[in-house]
């Protein structure tokens, strides 16, 4: 196990930071959060914590985009921690070739790793420096991937589904990603890079559809609607404009999900394997099945 005396945690208004803190509470010496604040301006150096030391671990959660700007000229330059994780996005793999709507901030992504990584290697004291790139991350309700398609199917009885929509996806829940951190956090050896962290099931991506809407409290049986992927395109493109960015965006997210992941073994890889407690079934389960009897007592409670 690493020596280090605290984890410093920015971003903690995160959904992740919950879980991740209920993992490191038994394990970590002592753990500081820092959360986005709106007020303008920069915070004083002062305002952290006097006893940080080189040891220290930094996890981010700020959007990668933003770190260059704010997280690097904030503390790196006053700190430098022994090792520092923090999360892009697969996208910048997998859908940067998409003609979206919002393309452009895969593009985002892309900048922001290059930008923290020379950085980084700017610094007289390096530390090691992990970018996680998560596939397919969903939990808490809260996320545009698997709750979309979740919500969608719950309020219109369907899914409209790419035709180009086929290989394999593999989501990963917050709570399987918070395991991935902390194997991060208390790897003892040197470890640094760029990696891809995913679910530990490949699911090809209508059996996925197909899981997801069995969950959907509905009177009929809800069904998946084909359309070509040309098509999807050119709509998401057509309605990017105001005042139709909100459609164009709906359609981009469908576009998005055709994005192809069978050749995702070919990515790098952590030098570790996280154990998952939790089957991709069993999440789905404890997510949306206390939603789905709520609604199906309310529905038989007020039936004349």
Same mark, same amino acid.
């Given at each position: 196990?690493?020596?280090?005396?605290?984890?410093?945690?920015?971003?903690?208004?995160?959904?992740?930071?919950?879980?991740?803190?209920?993992?490191?509470?038994?394990?970590?010496?002592?753990?500081?959060?820092?959360?986005?604040?709106?007020?303008?301006?920069?915070?004083?150096?002062?305002?952290?914590?006097?006893?940080?030391?080189?040891?220290?671990?930094?996890?981010?959660?700020?959007?990668?985009?933003?770190?260059?700007?704010?997280?690097?000229?904030? &503390?790196?330059?006053? /700190?430098? +921690? !022994?090792?520092?994780?923090?999360?892009?996005? $697969?996208?910048?793999?997998?859908? %940067?070739? #998409?003609?979206?709507?919002?393309?452009?901030?895969?593009?985002?992504?892309?900048?922001?790793?290059?930008?923290?990584?020379?950085?980084?290697?700017?610094?007289?004291?390096?530390?090691?420096?992990?970018?996680?790139?998560?596939?397919?991350?969903?939990?808490?309700?809260?996320?545009?991937?698997?709750?979309?398609?979740?919500?969608?199917?719950?309020?219109?009885?369907?899914?409209?589904?790419?035709?180009?929509?086929?290989?394999?996806?593999?989501?990963?829940?917050?709570?399987?990603?918070?395991?991935?951190?902390?194997?991060?956090?208390?790897?003892?050896?040197?470890?640094?890079?760029?990696?891809?962290?995913?679910?530990?099931?490949?699911?090809?991506?209508?059996?996925?559809?197909? &899981?997801?809407?069995? /969950?959907? +409290? !509905?009177?009929?049986?809800?069904?998946?609607? $084909?359309?070509?992927?040309?098509? %999807?395109? #050119?709509?998401?493109?057509?309605?990017?404009?105001?005042?139709?960015?909100?459609?164009?965006?709906?359609?981009?997210?469908?576009?998005?999900?055709?994005?192809?992941?069978?050749?995702?073994?070919?990515?790098?890889?952590?030098?570790?394997?996280?154990?998952?407690?939790?089957?991709?079934?069993?999440?789905?389960?404890?997510?949306?099945?206390?939603?789905?009897?709520?609604?199906?007592?309310?529905?038989?409670?007020?039936?004349?």
């Amino acid at each position: 196990m690493p020596q280090f005396s605290r984890v410093h945690i920015f971003g903690a208004s995160s959904p992740l930071s919950r879980y991740l803190c209920s993992n490191l509470l038994l394990r970590a010496p002592s753990i500081t959060l820092y959360s986005y604040s709106r007020s303008p301006g920069f915070l004083p150096y002062d305002s952290f914590p006097s006893n940080f030391q080189p040891s220290d671990l930094i996890v981010s959660f700020i959007p990668i985009e933003n770190l260059y700007g704010v997280f690097t000229t904030l &503390l790196l330059e006053k /700190f430098s +921690p !022994s090792r520092i994780i923090c999360l892009s996005s $697969s996208s910048v793999y997998s859908k %940067l070739y #998409l003609r979206c709507s919002d393309s452009s901030k895969f593009f985002h992504f892309a900048i922001g790793e290059l930008l923290l990584h020379d950085f980084v290697q700017s610094l007289p004291i390096k530390p090691e420096l992990l970018i996680l790139r998560p596939t397919m991350l969903w939990g808490d309700c809260a996320d545009k991937n698997i709750n979309f398609i979740y919500r969608f199917v719950c309020r219109y009885g369907f899914f409209p589904v790419s035709s180009t929509a086929t290989g394999y996806r593999a989501p990963l829940h917050f709570s399987q990603l918070s395991d991935i951190i902390c194997d991060c956090i208390f790897w003892d050896k040197a470890i640094s890079g760029t990696f891809f962290v995913h679910g530990d099931e490949k699911i090809e991506f209508r059996d996925l559809l197909k &899981l997801i809407i069995s /969950f959907v +409290p !509905s009177s009929s049986t809800p069904f998946l609607l $084909s359309i070509d992927g040309r098509f %999807l395109r #050119l709509l998401s493109g057509f309605f990017s404009a105001p005042p139709f960015r909100e459609i164009g965006y709906f359609f981009s997210s469908i576009s998005r999900q055709a994005s192809d992941l069978s050749d995702f073994a070919l990515a790098n890889r952590l030098p570790f394997e996280t154990k998952y407690r939790l089957t991709f079934m069993q999440l789905l389960y404890k997510t949306y099945s206390m939603e789905t009897l709520e609604n199906q007592a309310f529905r038989v409670t007020n039936e004349p």
